[in-house]
């Protein structure tokens, strides 16, 4: 199994994002899909999950402004960026566990995707 992230770049204060993460491989069905982010001398931290049937929850500090979804067809979550803050500067990975297509229990980190909000 392996996670692919995408859309991490430079983004102005009060600006947008949209960041991808499609999983892909030896897969039989997605449990929970999530986001981290992890700033420079920070541990890494829980941004926002969603479940199966698209419950959702976020940290307090992106509550209004990230929205988490899910495409369950094609394997994907996204990440959508709204009013970003130079705080929100830092790698974002996404994470995914489920179960292979031999009943295995996986429990994925994707690579790391850099998001960096300056003007």
């Known amino acids: 199994v392996q996670l692919q992230a995408s859309g991490g770049g430079l983004v102005q204060p009060g600006g947008s994002l949209r960041l991808s993460c499609a999983a892909s491989?030896?897969?039989?069905?997605?449990?929970?899909m999530s986001w981290y982010r992890q700033a420079p001398g920070n541990q890494r931290e829980l941004v926002a999950f969603i479940t199966p049937d698209s419950n959702t929850n976020y940290q307090d500090s992106v509550k209004g402004r990230f929205a988490i979804s899910r495409d369950n067809a094609k394997n994907t979550v996204y990440l959508q960026m709204n009013s970003v803050r130079p705080e929100d500067t830092a790698v974002y990975y996404c994470?995914?566990?489920?179960?292979?297509?031999?009943?295995?229990?996986?429990?994925?980190w994707g690579q790391g995707t850099l998001v960096t909000v300056s003007s």
């Open positions: 491989g030896d897969i039989f069905s997605i449990n929970s």
């Open positions: 994470n995914a566990d489920g179960l292979t297509k031999r009943s295995i229990r996986f429990d994925y």
